[in-house]
């Protein structure tokens, strides 16, 4: 504190009293939001995701827990600084300007700052903390922080997602990959198209009877021609004699077999016929 005036003692106790008020309640929101932001996860099902898939690994298994309260200071230190508390506003209109008077020239000795400094004294010393501090924020906050606790409680006891739930996800998981693995499988090779309007490509060769023979392909009606100039012969025709034309009986199937095999056939096709 600045100077030797005595009204800087009950000055310096409220505004320690201010501090610790502040102080107080940036803790209570820090831990609603915290377990606010964990109720939200319970719901989610982060927590019973986290302890089903990494149950030995106590740190990542937290890991919900750990992100809910880093989350939550971080989001009250943003309020804090939004607040700027300030004692004197909380004085009175008259006692506040003489109060913020006095301390910014505490470093000044005078009559007038001295009568001022008497007078500061005796109407802060009359002052309670209590009287000027707002202890409903403080109560707000404890009892919705005492209801988000229970909250937290039932929710994290009622299991709303079952870890069996995650038992049929992977088992979904598994297949799908397997599903997928093996259509890749199944996929045929990928060929390259040419794009480059090349249609020899590179020249190569082929294997004949274990014999290499380079191949060349020329342009053409097929594969392997070669388009050339022919000139137009006439060819001359000559004309048949005009023929009888008689049919001819075809020879039987029967006939056609070997003879020593033709009777038991006959045979058969009988036997066939009567039980038909």
Known sequence: MKGPYEFLQPLKRLMDAKQRHERNVVLLNAALLSIAI??????IGVPAFMNFYYKDSLLI?????????ILGLAAARLIKMRRRPD??????????????TGYDNSDLESLPMQ?????????????????????????????????????????????????SDFQALTEIRDKALSAFEDKAEEQPP???????????????????NENKMDI??????GAGSLATNTDPIERAFQKSQVGEVTAVP???????????????????????????
């Not at 964990?38 to 719901?43: K, M, P, R, T």
């Not at 298994?61 to 309260?69: C, E, N, Q, T, W």
């Not at 209590?130 to 202890?135: A, E, G, P």
């Open 61 to 69: 298994a937290r890991s919900p827990a750990i992100l809910s309260i």
């Open 250 to 276: 075809s020879e039987l199937y029967i006939e056609s077999l070997p003879p020593e095999n033709r009777d038991i056939i006959k045979r058969y096709f009988l036997i066939l016929s009567e039980n038909g």
């Open 190 to 208: 990928s060929y390259e198209i040419n794009l480059t309007g090349n249609i020899f490509g590179r020249p190569s060769l082929a294997v004949l």
């Open 115 to 163: 009568s001022l400094a008497q007078e500061l004294k005796v109407s802060l010393n009359s002052i309670k903390p209590n009287t000027i501090l707002d202890s409903r924020e403080i109560n707000s906050r404890a009892l919705f922080l005492i209801i988000l606790l229970g909250a937290a409680t039932i929710l994290s006891k009622s299991e709303i997602i079952n870890p």
């Open 87 to 100: 004692i004197f506003n909380l004085l009175g209109e008259k006692l506040s300007e003489k109060a913020r």
């Open 216 to 221: 060349m392909l020329y342009p053409g009606m």
């Open 38 to 43: 964990y109720c939200l996860a319970l719901v």
